[in-house]
């Protein structure tokens, strides 16, 4: 009896990744300052409680609806992400597996082109177009 190969999953996730090509566009990912500043102001007036993930699916949503502006979970967790990078808030995961948000009083400007994590974005962006 020979063993065949039936197939690899290479092929279904060439597929995968065609079907969310088509779906995700690149202002679904791209973070950019106006986005930033508006999750800003958000968080800085939010209660700073424990997030959960669901949390802040929610907390985008309701931003996106406030603002009027392509606020998803991916570009708010993105952003504090890219808060805590540049010292603006702390965020971290703690062990019981919900998110922290410190805000730091007197945090001055900083400038955007020091992110990593948005040069990624905004690579990953370009690449989509």
Same mark, same amino acid.
């Given at each position: 009896?020979?063993?065949?190969?039936?197939?690899?999953?290479?092929?279904?996730?060439?597929?995968?990744?065609?079907?969310?090509?088509?779906?995700?566009?690149?202002? =679904? !990912?791209? #973070?950019?300052?106006? /986005? @930033?500043?508006?999750?800003? +102001?958000?968080?800085?007036?939010?209660?700073?409680?424990?997030?959960?993930?669901? =949390? !802040?699916? #929610?907390?985008?949503? /309701? @931003?996106?609806?406030?603002? +009027?502006?392509?606020?998803?979970?991916?570009?708010?967790?993105?952003?504090?992400?890219?808060?805590?990078?540049?010292?603006?808030?702390?965020?971290?995961?703690?062990?019981?597996?919900?998110?922290?948000?410190?805000?730091?009083?007197?945090?001055?400007?900083?400038?955007?082109?020091?992110?990593?994590?948005?040069?990624?974005?905004?690579?990953?962006?370009?690449?989509?177009?």
């Amino acid at each position: 009896e020979s063993l065949k190969l039936e197939m690899l999953d290479g092929d279904r996730i060439s597929s995968y990744n065609g079907i969310i090509d088509k779906i995700i566009k690149s202002d =679904d !990912i791209l #973070v950019n300052r106006d /986005i @930033l500043a508006v999750i800003y +102001k958000y968080v800085r007036r939010m209660a700073t409680g424990p997030l959960s993930v669901p =949390d !802040i699916f #929610v907390h985008a949503r /309701i @931003l996106e609806n406030e603002a +009027k502006k392509n606020i998803n979970f991916f570009k708010f967790f993105v952003s504090l992400l890219v808060f805590d990078e540049l010292g603006l808030m702390e965020f971290s995961l703690g062990a019981d597996g919900l998110y922290r948000i410190g805000i730091i009083e007197g945090a001055g400007k900083v400038d955007l082109g020091d992110s990593e994590i948005l040069d990624w974005v905004s690579e990953i962006a370009a690449s989509m177009e």
